[in-house]
């Protein structure tokens, strides 16, 4: 996503579920005017709400819900403009007018979604579901049917997203990559524990599996 923003000359700005600051929340400027910040700062602005799995979780506590509302808000371009201007300062540049704002949102704000959808391997795990290739959890694959029948993406994000795109389990050469990347290669090292791309089975975990193997060189460190 960065590398798209840099090619599209934009600024890129990264957010997930658990560095958002809801609305009205006490405390940290809220997540919502820090994205006002970059569209009144910047003439384009890829917005990354990364790990958009962990939006859909159920909203029975008050501070998920209104992450939830500040998401949807957001994408649908609903914005509290007034507030906004009347609590941000603007001491390097002329204060927009709301409808200025409003319509560097419509044209200059480009918003994508990616997640894991980790809570899909779970559900084949306790229960093999339609879109799933093989009859044993060893030969478990999934793939964008599997996640769309799944029904984990909520209606929400995909009225509000469109079509999806399914990314392929990283190759051979992108897993090397991977672990030289998230340093597991260096921890292996340390540990005289020889790790390589064929010894990792994303069938058992997406990057889930990467996480645990992290965990445990940590731990052994």
């Known amino acids: 996503m960065e590398t798209a923003a840099r090619q599209l000359q934009a600024r890129y700005f990264r957010i997930t579920r658990g560095d958002w600051i809801p609305s009205g929340s006490k405390g940290p400027r809220s997540t919502v005017f820090r994205i006002l910040d970059e569209v009144a700062s910047f003439d384009r602005v890829v917005l990354h709400v990364d790990e958009l799995d962990k939006f859909t979780n159920l909203f029975e506590r008050e501070w998920s819900a209104s992450i939830a509302s500040d998401l949807w808000n957001i ?69 964008f049917e599997a996640i769309t029948q799944s029904a984990m993406i909520s209606p929400e994000l995909l009225h509000r997203f469109g079509e999806p795109i399914f990314v392929e389990y990283p190759t051979p050469e992108e897993t090397q990559r991977l672990l030289l990347s998230t340093g597991i290669s260096g921890l292996a090292r340390q540990l005289g524990i020889p790790i390589s791309a064929d010894q990792i089975d994303w069938r058992k975990g997406g990057m889930r599996v990467l996480e645990v193997l992290g965990t445990r060189l940590t731990i052994a460190l």
Do not use: C
């Open 75 to 143: 994408l649908d371009g609903k914005f509290q403009w007034a507030e906004y201007l009347r609590e941000t300062l603007f001491p390097d540049q002329k204060k927009p007018s709301e409808q200025e704002l409003a319509r560097r949102v419509r044209s200059s704000l480009w918003i994508v979604g990616s997640g894991t959808w980790q809570h899909v391997f779970a559900e084949n795990h306790a229960r093999p579901a339609i879109g799933f290739h093989g009859g044993s959890l060893a030969e478990t694959m999934v793939d």
